[in-house]
């Protein structure tokens, strides 16, 4: 049974990445993500990455493109029990562009504890665009 503690964890996971994206600090990605998680990002046309070196490389490469997000709020996180180590949660996150814009997007992360710590083992971001057009 996943506890308010776990819930806890899993919105610290979420926090941590924000901040490790937004801070350029790589190295923290490890403390977030599995070793063979997938980010999906093909709704905005940016691809889907397979495993934490894909990862990196294509966030340091958006990094220094200047096209990356100054900073990422995340919110309205709901998580959903799968099992005592697996789960979804899903968020809705603004992001803040370097020309000021801001962005919308939902995220649906699959999580695991993993060594006793909730990791983000598979994400997919979809602009909020494209999920009202969905409906």
Do not use: C
């Amino acid at each position: 049974m996943i506890t308010a503690l776990d819930h806890q964890q899993i919105a610290d996971t979420l926090a941590r990445l924000a901040f490790a994206v937004d801070e350029n600090d790589l190295d923290q990605l490890v403390d977030v993500f599995t070793s063979d998680a997938t980010y999906d990002m093909s709704s905005s046309g940016m691809g889907v990455f397979h495993g934490l070196d894909a990862l990196k490389t294509a966030t340091a490469q958006l990094a220094a493109s200047g096209h990356a997000p100054l900073a990422h709020f995340v919110t309205n996180t709901v998580i959903t029990e799968i099992d005592d180590d697996t789960a979804t949660a899903r968020s809705k996150a603004l992001m803040i562009m370097h020309d000021g814009a801001t962005h919308g997007v939902v995220y649906d992360d699959s999580v695991v504890r993993h060594d006793g710590r909730w990791l983000i083992s598979g994400r997919v971001i979809s602009p909020l665009g494209a999920i009202a057009a969905q409906h």
